[in-house]
């Protein structure tokens, strides 16, 4: 064992027989404070960003295949599911991928009831749609049956809409969609559904996409777009194209007549992963913010601990210490503390994250936060990674201060009191 190891773990953080002096115990507050935040930050940012992405692969598709004239007219700008089906297929390796595949309509439409109305969106799906996100997240009723194509009029509602227009399971009741003449549809709420995520519950009702083909005058084959959802979603970026050119290989091989175009989840919600995004920076801050607080309370310790053995630097110069060694000796010194504030702020903050996690104590607006509770999410690598980036971190900035020692002199120190 190191002669300056061997000295530092005989020594306590304290001076002879005292524990830890009070500037000491401020110098372990403050820095178990500082990794409490930084762990708290880490694991709150990264509940955030899975629960967000989670809901939005969950309620849109990760892959959409529209027509390249989308936007010139809704009812020119249509896509035929049995062409993008087919096409889809055709690429085997690309189909073992594909969860799922839906034929999606979608309009503008109000809801009326007796008392009220109100302005949403009407996504009309086929029975290839995935409603698991949705059926896990029904409060009342149940899932809509699209098998039957008789009946086209069961939807499901968010809880929010449900609320404003006061309905509830087994209301009856009309949707209007304009065009060049006012249409109308009746229909019936079958279930109740909330996600937490506000710009979608506040906006959405969700039913046979039959009925949407019955108001353009669209055959039973004809939608605005298809979605896919697909098992692994790690190589999107990847996927949109080879998906891509399999439909325009299918469309040339069958003399289709409608040119595709294909996005990804994350060029249709581009504002929310830029959000999503910039939360990362703001982690970047906090952490940095942090460490310089750490570092300069690690500082100040580290004088203190000096200054309270400022007579025993001098004995060890007077026999024979050289400056590096003695230096060795308070920074391992001083890494008691910092052994000691990690280990604390650990228990403290992953304990407090639990809480969090399995009780939900703190409450958020869904309006702003697309989530009713504080996320958490916990990540073994980040987290260690964070934990030795405060041990390397804490060990470099004591290097500069520790140079001190250098400036005793032996003569001075044995008057020192």
């Known amino acids: 064992m190191k002669v300056e190891l061997f000295i530092a773990r005989r020594l306590k953080l ?39 992405t989670h809901k939005l692969y969950a309620i849109n598709p990760h892959l959409k295949v529209s027509n390249a004239a989308l936007g010139i ?66 409060t009342e009723g149940r899932l809509p049956n699209l098998s039957d194509t008789a009946d086209t009029r069961k939807i499901v509602v968010s809880k929010k809409l449900s609320n404003q227009l006061r309905l509830k399971v ?51 084959f004809t939608g605005n777009y298809v979605g896919v959802n697909l098992r692994n979603t790690e190589h999107l970026e990847t996927d949109a194209p080879r998906l891509y050119a399999a439909l325009a290989r299918s469309m040339m091989e069958h003399n289709y007549p409608t040119l595709h175009n294909v996005s990804t989840i994350t060029q249709s919600n581009g504002s929310y992963f830029t959000w999503l995004n ?13 460490v310089v607080v750490s570092s300069f309370t690690l500082i100040s310790a580290l004088l203190m601990i000096i200054l309270e053995r400022i007579r025993m630097i001098g004995v060890l110069k007077s026999l024979g210490c050289s400056n590096v060694m003695i230096r060795k000796i308070f920074i391992y010194l001083t890494g008691k503390l910092i052994v000691r504030s990690i280990i604390i702020g650990n228990a403290i903050g992953l304990g407090l994250a639990l809480i969090q996690k399995y009780f939900h104590v703190i ?30 971190i804490s060990y470099v ?5 520790s140079h001190i020692v250098s400036t005793i002199k032996p003569t001075s120190t044995m008057k020192f009191e």
């Open 14 to 52: 304290g001076n002879g027989a005292k524990s830890a002096s009070p500037s000491l115990n401020v110098a372990t507050v403050g820095i178990v404070l500082a990794i409490l935040i930084m762990i708290l930050s880490v694991v709150i940012v990264l509940g955030f960003k899975s629960e967000i």
């Open 278 to 290: 910039m939360l990362d920076m703001n982690v970047i801050i906090i952490l940095s913010l942090m």
């Open 397 to 401: 900035a004591l290097i500069g201060p």
């Open 170 to 220: 087994g209301d009856k009741l009309f949707s209007y969609f304009i065009d060049n003449k006012v249409k109308a549809r009746r229909s019936v709420v079958v279930g109740i559904y909330n996600t937490d995520f506000d710009a979608f519950d506040k906006s959405y009702i969700i039913g046979n996409i039959g009925l949407l083909q019955s108001v353009n005058g669209w055959n039973g």
């Open 73 to 138: 007219d809704d009812n020119i700008s249509t896509v035929n599911g049995h062409e993008v089906f087919k096409g889809i297929k055709e690429d085997t390796a690309f189909f073992a991928n594909v969860q799922s595949m839906s034929l999606i309509a979608e309009k503008p439409a109000i809801m009326k009831t007796d008392d009220d109305f109100m302005g949403v969106v009407y996504r009309g799906v086929d029975d290839g749609y995935d409603w698991s996100y949705i059926a896990s997240s029904l």
């Open 363 to 392: 409450k958020l607006d869904s309006e702003a936060y697309y989530m009713s509770y504080v996320p958490i999410e916990f990540n073994a690598t980040a987290l260690l990674l964070l934990n030795a980036g405060i041990i390397i």
